[in-house]
């Protein structure tokens, strides 16, 4: 087993929210701006600030164009990661429900709308990154470029879906990327971000950061998404020989990708032969067969994993089959070209036209995060999609932190200053006391849940609001 393996590694989503604000009649009311300022002043009330790290572990703020936008904590399990990560639709509802309370109050009106997708109605393109610890050892450049392939046809088993120039595309994002892998984020969008930013112990670890996925809804698409993303670098860092080495024409590959939902468009490789897309997915997740044979049993547990393997291939057998009753209760942008030809169908449309105002309304609905309101919503509701998880873990994970990561102790930390209104700071990697006298403990492992200093540092607190 090679040294570099990290098969319990942290991983963090960065999800991205569209957001609007529509009073009857279905015009817009505020621009997104002022609907975002009143979204995020009870934020600003409590900490002063826009930009906030919460109890559990995760970092919500208003990110560049108006998006709130949630990080979530340090997760080292799939399942851990899907609970948090849903929990921040939940935890900006909250925000998004108390915006509207203040809208009427002020007799304003109008209802708040925040949408878990990539793309808004002009056609510009939002994030949702992925984040994934990796040593020092790797080169960022070089492991980006053996992601690619995978990467580029990852979208056909967790692709959100989207109408684009009047057509139906598996990906929301891959119109939106212009490199393979760069330092750039939206001068030049890649699909992997190289920008040395570990939020760790430097001489240790990397953050790789790869920005090329879409929001996804499903859960078994984001446990598709990042469950078999960490398979893949786990084989890289074990040294395996993957089964594609590389592609001929990146930029057009994935673009060729997102426009076939049958996945039997070509790809052409580096040596100049080609293989469909499908068959790109099939041989990776063949590898991660055998991977799983002697992969550590540690993070993610390796039952979880062959679950993840196991849907893989179903998956894959589903779209070369087309079988859409299957796909349509595991993937985004299946689930949504199902109700898209169910409406194609009512409206007397080809299956081929995506321009009518009606479907465009559909593609954005689907990404309505407002339970009892958002069509994706409605239909887990009514149990016809998928889940990994349950809503009892999402509940969980609105309030508390990871409890096997650093996290737990920003969480801790944090509670406790919450409990015993103690004046704090904190980021990615450490907290700090501001008063009665500056303090800052460093948290440089992300894989650690627990720290003496942070024992000091919570029995200070306790002993100075004692004083007071």
């Known amino acids: 087993m090679n040294a570099g393996v990290f098969a319990r590694r942290v991983t963090g989503i960065e999800t991205e929210y569209g957001i609007t604000c529509i009073q009857e009649g279905g015009a817009k009311r505020l621009p997104a701006e002022e609907i975002a300022r009143y979204m995020f002043r009870p934020v600003v009330e409590q900490w002063s600030s ?54 009427n109050q002020e007799g304003i009106g109008g209802r708040v709308y925040l949408l878990k997708n990539n793309l808004d109605s002009f056609g510009n ?17 070089t492991l980006g470029k053996q992601l690619l392939p995978f990467l580029i046809t990852r979208q056909l088993i967790c692709g959100a879906g989207s109408i684009q120039d009047g057509a139906f595309q598996i990906s929301q994002r891959a119109d939106h990327v212009w490199e393979g892998v760069s330092s750039a984020t939206t001068r030049s969008r890649p699909i992997i ?14 953050r790789l950061h790869v920005i090329v996925g879409d929001s996804n809804m499903s859960e078994t698409s984001v446990a598709l998404k990042i469950g ?3 398979l893949v670098l786990e084989m890289i860092e074990a040294g395996w020989e993957l089964p594609i080495e590389a592609l001929g024409n990146e930029m057009q ?19 100049g032969s080609n293989l469909s897309a499908l068959e790109v997915q099939r041989r990776y997740q063949a590898a991660a067969i055998k991977w799983l044979e002697q992969r550590p049993d540690e993070g993610t547990p390796n039952a979880e994993m062959a679950k993840v393997v196991s849907l893989w291939g179903e998956v894959l057998d589903a779209i070369e089959r087309q079988d859409f009753a299957l796909l349509g209760k595991h993937v985004d942008w299946a689930i949504k070209l199902g109700i898209l030809r169910q409406f194609q169908r009512r409206l007397g449309l080809d299956t081929n036209s995506f321009e009518h105002p009606k479907l465009k309304h559909i593609d954005l609905a689907y990404h309505d995060i407002r339970p009892g309101r958002g069509i994706f919503l409605a ?30 102790l920003r969480g801790l930390f944090l509670h406790h200053a919450q409990t015993l209104g103690v004046p704090v700071a904190c980021d990615w990697v450490r907290l700090k006391v501001l008063r009665p006298e500056p303090r800052i ?28």
């Open 50 to 103: 826009s930009n906030v790290f919460l109890t559990n572990g995760s970092r919500l703020y208003l990110d560049v164009g108006s998006h709130p936008e949630v990080a979530t904590a340090e997760c080292d399990t799939l399942s851990s990661l899907i609970a948090h990560e849903r929990a921040g639709d939940r935890i900006v509802d909250e925000l998004a429900r108390k915006a509207e309370d203040r809208l």
């Open 125 to 141: 393109s939002y994030g949702c990154h992925e984040n994934y610890l990796v040593g020092r050892s790797a080169v960022l450049k």
């Open 193 to 206: 971000n190289t920008r040395d930013e570990p939020h760790a112990d430097s001489h240790q670890y990397r």
């Open 228 to 230: 078999t993303t960490h």
């Open 253 to 271: 590959a994935i673009r060729d990708v997102s426009r076939d939902t049958s996945g039997q468009v070509l790809v052409e490789l580096s040596d």
């Open 379 to 408: 239909l887990e509701a009514k149990g016809v999609v998928s889940r990994w998880i349950d809503d009892a873990a999402i509940e969980t994970a609105t309030s508390t932190a990871p409890r096997t990561t650093r996290a737990h």
């Open 441 to 468: 403990v460093e948290l440089a492992e992300p894989l650690s849940n627990s720290n003496e200093e942070v024992d000091q540092l919570l029995a200070a607190m306790d002993a100075s609001a004692g004083q007071r």
